[in-house]
């Protein structure tokens, strides 16, 4: 059984919509590939907001397949074509995730890149998970 443990310093400004640290013990560490919206079949648009939807409904399907919840990831690394983008999408993009993953909010990290391996794609979730035992 795992121990899941979440870690806001009083040190460190309080996080909006993510966590600072998980202390975790015990379980089973399941490292998701980063996933866009490809990972799903073909990128049906360059919509922002769902490519993001598809990435992480396909970085919650590895999850469903080990045996896991959302709940159960401990971090997202997002890989995004523009931040400009990304901060104009951010009602939206709240809306989906919430949708997605409800309350829970991993531990984060976002970054711009200068391109993806498929040129369509505009976002990629890569994350980690602790599962049960």
Do not use: W
Request: some cysteine; charged content about 25%.
């Amino acid at each position: 059984m795992k121990h899941v443990h979440p870690l806001h310093p009083a040190s460190l400004k309080k996080p909006s919509g993510y966590t600072h640290g998980f202390l975790v013990g015990g379980g089973k560490t399941l490292y998701i590939a980063g996933q866009t919206a490809a990972s799903l079949g073909d990128i049906p648009n360059d919509d922002f907001v769902d490519q993001f939807d598809r990435a992480l409904v396909a970085v919650l399907e590895v999850v469903k397949e080990a045996g896991g919840k959302p709940t159960d990831l401990m971090t997202f690394t997002i890989f995004v074509s523009s931040v400009d983008e990304y901060l104009r999408s951010l009602k939206p993009l709240g809306e989906r995730y919430q949708k997605r993953m409800g309350r829970h909010y991993p531990c984060m990290a976002l970054l711009e890149i200068s391109r993806f391996v498929n040129p369509k794609a505009k976002v990629e979730i890569q994350a980690i998970a602790v599962l049960d035992d």
